[in-house]
């Protein structure tokens, strides 16, 4: 039994009319337990969890500190190509955008890491387009073992692959992956991916499962606020996050909160998550799954971001560059996928962190 | 008190006065660390070696801990008996020491150790001529394998990692502790003091508490505090208090009419 099947359990189900059904005494309820189920992750996503909102943070505060300390997590984003053959309405990386393509070569892609890595960072996420005759097992392979030189972790975002594929890499010295399923509206899906492999829900629902059985130790799943309704879609982001952590006991799960922003040639965010909105998600999320590990990128602003570090978050990119060779290897008309709201250094992110209390940490990882 | 001026437990060559064990993880910062040594007297604390590295662009951690105690590298992260040697020999080749702490788990919700890999890791390490402190689910049967396997400790766990529950595992760490011809070391669920002096009245050799003192909001005192409570703990265990009783125990013996 795969995901698909707990997923399709919810194919009728009436989100709309169960948010406005929830009372008071139900959120007090489950605010009491100390396992909760998946009926409870909907309450505390229901409009009616709001003014309970200062009562979830504060557990939830207390159940980060005693499972991950008073720390955050530190690791920078790595785009090494951004040539793509999907049609994402959303995304400025999409095939329908025209603008010049670029991939770092592996000299590159060394000279990027060099640079990340006099910061200080430790833990990397290489990126790419979706795209494999340009991005081939073969590159893949080769950049994962230049920056294993580098960074003591090295997460891949890359486009899906096959459970043998991922073996690959992890053997490689990949340790880490992270995929969006973007939306789990499977009608949603269909309208912002009309074309190409991503138009394949399925495929991509069932990407965290290949990775985890090829070997990965951390796996990073999402869904992109903004596309669909922010309620359900946080829903089957939580139950999909504690799917994988049954499934898996061995591996580590965490989520994101991807927000839209701007992006040359998307669309216009349907469906605005508020930072209200933000915060009731990961606190939901956290209640629901105690060990979760919960990742804010730079697309937050700095002073969001600040305020995160007591809500539950666990990990933060920092002084991220999300057009291809920003770091060093400059290629001067690449185009960045999605705008960067907070643009503070390394430093200076590590230093905020401490600031509010906790430990930045920059390396929590052993390749062996 | 001339007796307990001598009371120090063994592991490898080396000989301990403190009971109290401590670790670096999950500090707000890693300052608090070498204060909090001073305040607990702690004489060994345990870092992760993930979070170890050499080159850091700032301090690297184990340049927060002074030279006098000793350091116990642990596996954390190993899912495998050959994980957890990997990276043993990476802690001793950074310059670690011998002392390794092994943490093999596959079980991220819970932290649970694995009991088999633990084992298998133990036997190769020990070989290696390190100092193996095996972290472990209280078993009797493991725990004397470990023993065989050359441990020179075991560490079972009080409850789950961070979870501050104390000894949920109780009957099973005293059975370890009764058979046990190594020192028992209590690790992980240690949550106040109270239990601390708990497992320490209970005859365990040591207990290693992290959790519990790093998340406190005054890691310097909640430090002290286990410091006395472990103290306080091993006295009674060697002052060999009577036990509790569920009944009433008559003053006046009910066969002392028998005579000789």
């Known amino acids: 039994m795969s995901f698909i099947e707990h997923l399709d359990r919810y194919a009728s189900f009436d989100f709309e009319g169960y948010f406005q059904s929830v009372t008071p005494a139900d959120i007090k309820k489950t605010l009491s337990r100390d396992h909760l189920d998946s009926r409870d992750l909907l309450n505390l996503l229901s409009d009616q969890a709001r003014p309970f909102l200062e009562e979830m943070a504060r557990k939830a505060s207390r159940m980060t500190h005693q499972y991950f300390g008073r720390t955050i997590g530190l690791y920078a984003p790595m785009y090494i190509a951004d040539y793509c053959t999907n049609y994402c309405t959303y995304c400025g990386f999409s095939a329908a955008v025209d603008f010049k393509r670029t991939k770092l070569s592996l000299a590159e892609i060394e000279r990027e890491a060099l640079a990340i890595a006099a910061t200080g960072i430790r833990h990397i996420l290489v990126l790419t387009g979706e795209a494999p005759a340009r991005t081939p097992m073969s590159y893949l392979v080769g950049a994962v073992e230049i920056l294993k030189k580098y960074f003591s972790s090295i997460a891949l975002e890359i486009y899906p692959m096959d459970e043998a594929e991922y073996r690959t890499l992890n053997r490689a010295g990949a340790d880490s992956l992270t995929v969006y399923q973007e939306v789990y509206d499977r009608e949603v899906y269909r309208e912002v991916h009309p074309k190409g492999r991503k138009a394949d829900y399925n495929y991509r629902l069932l990407t965290p499962e290949r990775g985890a059985r090829a070997g990965f130790r951390a796996i990073n799943i999402g869904t992109l606020f903004g596309l669909g309704n922010p309620g359900s879609e946080a829903f089957f982001a939580g139950l999909h996050a504690g799917y994988l952590e049954r499934q898996f006991p061995d591996v580590e799960i965490s989520l994101s909160l991807p927000r839209m922003t701007k992006a040359r040639g998307g669309i216009e965010p349907r469906n605005i998550l508020t930072d209200t909105g933000f915060v009731q998600c990961m606190l939901a999320w956290r209640l629901f799954m105690p060990r979760l590990g919960l990742t804010v990128s730079t697309r937050e602003s700095a002073a969001f971001r600040d305020r995160l570090i007591h809500l539950g978050a666990t990990r933060f990119s920092a002084g991220s560059k999300t057009d291809v060779g920003g770091y060093a290897a400059k290629h001067s008309d690449a185009t960045p996928q999605f705008e960067i709201t907070d643009e503070r250094s390394v430093d200076e992110v590590a230093e905020m962190i401490r600031q509010s209390g906790y430990q930045p940490v920059f390396k929590d990882w052993e390749l062996v | ?260």
């Not at chain 2, 890791?121 to 020990?126: D, K, S």
């Not at chain 2, 760490?173 to 009764?178: D, N, S, V």
């Open chain 2, 1 to 260: 008190m001339g007796s307990m001026q001598k009371d120090t437990f063994r592991l490898g060559d080396v000989e301990f006065t403190s009971r109290l064990l401590t670790g670096t993880g999950k500090f707000a910062s890693r300052a608090l660390i070498q204060p909090m040594l001073a305040a607990s007297e702690s004489e060994m604390i345990t870092v992760a070696l993930r979070r170890v590295d050499p080159e850091a662009t700032s301090k690297n951690i184990l340049d927060y801990i002074p030279d006098s105690v000793r350091l116990l590298p642990n596996t954390s992260g190993a899912r495998t008996a050959q994980e957890a040697v990997r990276i043993a020999r990476i802690a001793r080749e950074a310059g670690c020491g011998d002392f390794i702490k092994i943490e093999v788990i596959t079980d991220m919700k819970y932290l649970l150790p694995d009991n088999h890999e633990t084992l298998l890791a133990t036997e190769t390490l020990a070989k290696e001529g390190f100092v193996v402190l095996p972290y472990m689910m209280p078993d009797i049967t493991v725990s004397r394998q470990l023993h065989d396997a050359g441990a020179a400790a075991v560490m079972p766990l009080g409850s789950p990692i961070g979870t501050n529950r104390g000894l949920e595992m109780k009957p099973m760490l005293k059975r370890i502790i009764e058979g046990s011809t190594i020192p028992v070391v209590v690790d992980a669920g240690i949550g106040r003091p109270s239990q601390a002096a708990e497992a320490m009245e209970m005859g365990a050799d040591a207990v290693l508490v992290n959790t519990a003192i790093a998340t406190s909001l005054d890691p310097v005192t909640a430090g002290k505090s286990f410091a006395l409570a472990v103290k306080a703990g091993r006295m009674a265990y060697l002052s060999e208090m009577a036990e509790q009783k569920e009944y009433a125990d008559p003053s006046s013996p009910l066969t002392g009419f028998l005579g000789e």
